[in-house]
């Protein structure tokens, strides 16, 4: 195939990186196939060189003649705004005038005014004092020989770096407990762990000495058989009814309709079906809260909001600062159910492809400013009403949370996960729409536990029309998420940097990456992060670039660190002073399995069972090499002196005696999984493998979370770390 160098102008001006080197330090060159495939879906025609020429003329023109960026993002508070102008104001005649207005985010305005000898390729503007920070508008008026040029910029002032540990800890180590919400079993939710376990388990964990409480995502997806992936939902910006309490909504006490409904035996049945099963049963967990939230949102409108109630008037404060992305989202939900019920579903059978969601609907209606979407709001009002109310009382509920992790003097309370991304059909994606890049999805590129790559099935949002929107739906995401945490994961932080991005119909491993401004998308992270006095977490595990945790300790977010994963290139598991201090360390994640499934092997039977493993031939080599990790594992344990070399341990001594090496370590926080403590055997999810083949996100625990999980935990509470111990530390860090 001849060189297309048009092309690989064009892809490289937009971002699309020339390669990466994969987990095997090999070189994996971008095609010019994936090129082609990458520019097409986001517009360009690039069908010739001819072609790829002109889109990259007019793509270089689009910049060369903006007066100024639109969006620029500076550290500390600035006396003096750089801006950076266009190549076209740089070619002005002579000396310029000028005037800066300035319109701070808290509703200050300021005008100045003056003249430059020369205009440059850039212009140093002071101000008339410290700008906060904050995102501010800016509009600068330059008028040279007789020329009047207008440019308007976001300008976002960001903290040098995030809230760190030692604020939140007051220069301790922590550890902390993470769980998958969904999975707790108790006596008294419908089937699906709630923010009234939560608060349960906060308050266990609290008096145990725990700093933290992790859970998963609790972002709104639409319970729908295949479509209740917590790091694919419909809305990040929103959370999902599966995890509201419905019993601890305050109108229940004021409402005979529902609470008859709930004392019916038919209702006490399918209720008691749901604690007793081994697996969530979303879509009748979510249609029988909304069916209860219904009649408490009629007790609410009669009883509240017409009394204009203290309650009424939270309310209304919660629409007024969500403001139309939430009217959007609830109006989704709405339509979506009325699409469904009136067509059967729009979305597709449960299996491994993406949900068509809006796409499934009316084509008038794929645009939530139509018409059509206008009326539906207005005739089916309280559809969309009740909602908002759902989103309300789960912020509620959620805040609850946070209290009694700070009454119960948990120091950092509950630490939050922050999904990639959103499913193509979902909520975001139809309020966004200008944000996404249709066409192509995001997953990762093969590697040692996915050889084919993944595919996650979600479009990516396009680094350009972030920049232009000032970061709009960035910011708004990270408000929301880190509304009532303490902490907060983002998953995949490499996203930050590069996405890998897949062409519609082809292979993972015909995907590339695509370059972020990740500076910029760091810079916002740690604005809202000092805010809201969020400690930050990245998880940084996989395909990553080399120096990835130096940006993120410059950024004070931490990286995550996994037992599993922490071992020489002979397999030898590494000594705890090997570990870095600026790190959450883990024994495993929600893609791995729970360590008394590692020992027993479980994971590897369940890998053949479902063809993961292919033959018989490959399960044997497969048990083979766990018995090797298992062995390193077990004699590095007994170099720390945690077992007895004398004996062969059981499940729950190695799980115990891992705890204590991980607090060894002069890691700021351990995690300690929930799973773990149980005796879980089963993962959670299997990466790569769609909710046809497993039924992933919904394997609920064999037991209620109870004191007893908890008793061994203030025995192996981290040792302070001392400065010397942590120089050593440092200094004992794996190169990168």
């Known amino acids: 195939m001849p060189a297309r160098p048009q092309l690989r102008r064009l892809a490289a001006a937009f971002g699309i990186l020339p390669g990466y080197v994969d987990t095997q330090s090999k070189l994996q060159p971008t095609r010019d196939a994936t090129r ?75 005008r100045l005014e003056g003249r430059v000898r020369a205009v440059g390729a850039g212009l140093r503007l002071p101000l008339s004092g410290e700008l906060p920070p ?81 859970i998963n995502p609790l972002h709104a997806v639409r319970n729908r058989p295949g479509e209740f992936c917590p790091y694919s939902p419909v809305s990040r910006l929103f959370r999902s009814i599966a995890y509201l309490d419905v019993e601890a909504v305050p109108e229940l006490r004021h409402c005979p309709p529902a609470r008859r409904l709930l004392r019916e035996p038919d209702m006490r049945s399918i209720l008691a079906s749901l604690r007793a099963s081994e697996r969530v049963d979303y879509p009748q967990v979510a249609a029988i809260k909304l069916k209860v939230m219904r009649l408490l949102h009629r007790t609410f409108l009669e009883r509240e909001l017409r009394a204009d109630t203290p309650r009424a008037r939270a309310y209304r404060r919660y629409l007024a600062e969500q403001g139309e992305p939430l009217v959007d989202f609830a109006t989704y939900m709405a339509f979506d159910e009325h699409f469904t019920a009136r067509n059967s579903g729009p979305g597709l059978m449960p299996g491994d492809g993406p949900p068509l969601g809006y796409r499934a609907w009316p084509r008038a209606s794929h645009d939530p400013r139509s018409p059509q979407v206008q009326e539906f709001r207005r005739t089916h009002w309280q559809s969309v009403d009740v909602q908002c109310y759902i989103q309300f009382e789960l912020d509620r509920q959620l805040g609850k949370c946070a209290r009694t992790a700070r009454t119960a003097g948990m120091p950092l309370g509950v630490y939050g996960d922050l999904a990639l991304g959103s499913a193509p059909g979902g909520s975001d994606a139809w309020t966004f729409a200008s944000q996404f890049v249709p066409g192509v999805t995001v997953g990762a590129p093969p590697d040692a536990h996915a050889r084919e790559g993944q595919n996650w099935s979600f479009h990516p949002v396009s680094p350009h029309a972030l920049h232009d929107s000032g970061y709009a739906l960035w910011r708004r995401l990270l408000k929301s998420a880190c509304g009532h945490v303490g902490m907060l994961r983002i998953d995949h932080v490499l996203g930050l940097f590069r996405q890998f991005w897949i062409p519609a119909g082809r292979p993972a491993s015909e995907g590339a990456y695509v370059r972020y401004p990740s500076e910029d998308l760091f810079g916002v992270v740690a604005l809202q992060s000092a805010r809201s006095r969020t400690v930050i977490v990245g998880e940084d595990l996989g395909t990553v670039p080399r120096g990835l945790s130096r940006v993120l300790a410059r950024w004070g977010i931490l990286s995550s660190r996994v037992l599993y994963f922490q071992r020489t290139r002979r397999g030898a598991f590494h000594p705890p002073s090997a570990y870095t201090h600026r790190a959450l360390v883990t024994a495993t ?12 092997g479980a994971d590897l039977a369940l890998r053949r069972k479902l063809g993961l493993l292919r033959s018989d031939l490959d399960y044997a080599a497969a048990v083979v090499a766990r018995r090797q990790e298992v062995r390193a594992l077990l004699r590095r344990l007994h170099a720390e002196g945690l077992l007895d070399a004398e004996r062969v341990p059981v499940a729950p001594e190695v799980v115990q005696a891992v705890h204590a090496f991980l607090l060894r370590t002069p890691a ?45 935990l203030p025995r192996v509470r981290p040792a302070p770390l001392s400065r010397a111990r942590e120089r050593a530390a440092r200094e004992s860090e794996p190169q990168e």
């Not at 308050?203 to 000495?209: D, E, F, H, I, M």
């Not at 994640?589 to 027993?600: C, E, Q, R």
């Not at 493998?689 to 992933?696: I, W």
Request: charged share 20%; glycine share 10%.
């Open 36 to 110: 082609e495939a990458l520019l097409t879906a986001i517009g360009f025609d690039v069908s010739t060189e001819a072609a790829a020429r002109r889109c990259s003329d007019q793509w270089e023109s689009r910049h060369r003649h903006r007066l100024v960026s639109p969006t620029q993002v500076v550290r500390n508070a600035p006396r003096y705004v750089h801006v950076s102008l266009s190549p076209s104001a740089t070619r002005l005649p002579g000396r310029a005038d000028w005037r800066l207005e300035v319109f701070t985010e808290d509703g200050d305005s300021r």
């Open 134 to 214: 904050g995102c501010h508008s800016l509009i600068l008026t330059l008028d040279a020989a007789g020329q009047v040029h207008i440019g308007e910029q976001t300008l976002i002032v960001v903290p040098p770096r995030c809230y760190t540990c030692d604020q939140g800890l007051q220069g301790r180590r922590g550890w902390g407990v993470w769980a998958n919400l969904y999975s707790i079993a108790s006596k008294r939710n419908w089937g699906v762990g709630d923010l009234s376990d939560l608060s349960a388990i906060l308050r266990l964990s609290a008096r145990a000495g725990a700093a933290f409480v992790g």
């Open 589 to 600: 994640t929600h893609d791995l399995p729970p360590l008394t499934g590692y020992w027993t």
């Open 668 to 712: 700021v926080l351990v995690g300690l999984s929930l799973d773990d403590l149980a005796g879980e055997t089963e993962p959670v999810n299997l990466p790569g493998v769609g909710l046809s083949r497993f039924a992933g996100w919904s394997r609920r625990m064999r037991q209620p979370a109870t004191a007893h999980w908890f008793r061994e």
